[in-house]
């Protein structure tokens, strides 16, 4: 059994390619990675937002390496249209635009849910909106 997705919307996800070079942040007074990205693909995916409240996106995760913010929302996406596509989505790639709306999201983290059987047939994304180091 596949189970579906409820409203489905069309993202363009951008597979990272390679660390093309590292500048010199002035500010930070530390190197930043430019990142170069393949060609935008269309997938189908659900999109959930955080429902906690307008400022959930101010919520902030606090450990030993500092502070991180968590998502402010996730999509899922069928694997087997993935498997379609011959793509595999992992942290830092890029999410350019939702249902027309053009974006700039990163892929923060990556989970497999809803197992049936013995495998799962869904992917969580989580995004965010500042680039990943």
């Not at 409240?53 to 996730?74: F, H």
């Amino acid at each position: 059994m596949n189970p579906g997705l409820i409203h489905p919307v069309v993202i363009k996800v951008k597979k990272r390619d390679q660390v093309l070079d590292q500048v010199l942040n002035s500010r930070a007074r530390e190197p930043v990675q430019r990142a170069k990205f393949k060609p935008a693909v269309e997938v189908l995916a659900q999109i959930k937002f955080d429902t906690q409240g307008r400022q959930s996106w101010k919520r902030m995760a606090i450990s030993s390496m500092g502070d991180a913010e968590l998502s402010s929302l996730y999509f899922v996406i069928k694997k087997m249209d993935l498997a379609r596509l011959c793509l595999t989505l992992e942290k830092g790639d890029r999410v350019s635009e939702v249902d027309g709306e053009a974006v700039k999201l990163y892929i923060t983290e990556v989970n497999r849910v809803a197992h049936y059987g013995r495998t799962s047939t869904l992917l969580r994304i989580d995004c965010r909106d500042l680039s990943p180091n």
